[in-house]
């Protein structure tokens, strides 16, 4: 099973400052990987598929950049309502296709 | 657009079976141009892939899971549905259906609200 670890765990940012999530795989999963966005009491969201593609309506201030091993999800200039916790999950060779733990966006 | 909706029992006893049905509309399920997904999430905590089906039945598991769950179509209704046999408490969690691109690449990208399941005597 491919393990992804998220980090920071939380990252404490204001809004208009810019945030960088990491989502790091345990083996190659070349640029299968998507990220999602969940807010409380909400269903995931996907923000990001095939590592670096906006998914339908997502705004230009989110970019993902990344292959093999390493990823990176980029809000540059956060509004209010990015505040939320966000995934990445890897859609590498078989199932399961796992997720990351998640880092939760927070307002400073 | 395509929504999806999950049903089923919110209270479950330990060693029963859990069963929900994922409803989809506002498009067809046997359109073949995507997987049908279940995923849950215990409170708190972050997301599992338990697996999905094809229109043609064709199925993939979490290994974890595989000896307990099914998923099943039926295409007559537009749904799809989840059983997972011998439940504990440890199966407590908000239950999602989604729907998932055929290719490796693409994500997840409709999902149902979440139904609730509290694995308790």
């Known amino acids: 099973e491919i393990v992804l670890t998220q980090s920071p765990a939380t990252l404490s940012l204001s809004p208009g400052e810019r945030a960088t999530l990491s989502c790091r795989a345990s083996?190659?999963?070349?640029?299968?990987l998507a990220w999602y966005q969940q807010k409380p009491g909400q269903a995931p969201r996907l923000l990001m598929y095939d590592a670096s593609n906006r998914a339908t309506g997502i705004p230009a201030r989110f970019s993902g950049s990344g292959s093999g091993t390493d990823f990176t999800l980029t809000i540059s200039s956060l509004e209010p309502e990015d505040f939320a916790v966000y995934y990445c999950q890897q859609r590498s060779n078989w199932p399961p296709y796992t997720f990351g733990q998640g880092t939760k966006l927070e307002i400073k | 657009q395509v929504q999806l909706q999950e049903s089923g029992p919110g209270l479950v006893k330990p060693s029963q079976t859990l069963s929900l049905t994922c409803t989809v509309s506002?498009?067809?399920?046997?359109?073949?141009?995507?997987?049908w997904s279940w995923i849950r999430q215990p409170a708190g905590k972050g997301l599992e892939w338990i697996g999905r089906?094809?229109?043609?039945?064709?199925?993939n598991y979490n290994p974890t899971l595989k000896s307990r769950v099914t998923i099943s179509v039926d295409t007559s209704k537009n749904q799809f549905s989840l059983k997972l046999s011998s439940v504990t408490a440890a199966d407590t969690a908000v239950y999602y259906c989604?729907?998932?691109?055929?290719?490796?690449?693409?994500?997840?990208?409709?999902w149902g609200q979440g139904t609730t399941v509290t694995v308790s005597s």
């Open positions: 989604a729907r998932e691109g055929l290719v490796a690449g693409d994500g997840m990208d409709v």
């Open positions: 506002g498009g067809s399920i046997s359109s073949g141009n995507y997987f």
């Open positions: 083996q190659s999963v070349s640029s299968y």
């Open positions: 089906i094809y229109t043609s039945g064709s199925t």
